[in-house]
Nanobody
Framework: QVQVVESGGGLVQAGGSLRLSCAASGRTASTYAMGWFRQAPGKEREFVAAISWSNIARYSSTSVKGRFTISKDNAKNTVYLQIDNLEPEDTAVYYC????????????????WGQGSQVTVSS
């Protein structure tokens, strides 16, 4: 069992930056890949970025556009998502998830999910 807890969301002006955190706990948490997804109102949950236990990262080819950076502090079992130059279109609930196998970009391949953290970008 892995517990996943996000933090760091909030209200930000367009052009600003935000860093989301995701703490994973559990006996085997350090062996899981961690991913970030987001879900805007009325839209599907979409992949943003993921990182393996060995710190290999992958990003969405569409929604990221070079403004998102995923990183991991292995000592803390914490994953971060840095978002720069925020746009109103980034407004969404951001979810962190843990995957037992691979570094997937598909939400169905993740095993554990956090509750989500709201990010609202004002224009």
């Amino acid at each position: 069992q892995v517990q996943v807890v996000e933090s760091g969301g909030g209200l930000v002006q367009a052009g600003g930056s935000l860093r989301l955190s995701c703490a994973a706990s559990g006996r085997t948490a350090s062996t899981y890949a961690m991913g970030w997804f987001r879900q805007a109102p009325g839209k599907e949950r979409e992949f943003v970025a993921a990182i393996s236990w060995s710190n290999i990262a992958r990003y969405s080819s569409t929604s990221v556009k070079g403004r998102f950076t995923i990183s991991k502090d292995n000592a803390k079992n914490t994953v971060y998502l840095q978002i720069d130059n925020l746009e109103p279109e980034d407004t969404a609930v951001y979810y962190c998830a843990a995957a037992r196998r691979g570094v997937p970009a598909i939400k169905e391949e993740y095993d554990y999910w956090g509750q989500g953290s709201q990010v609202t970008v004002s224009s």
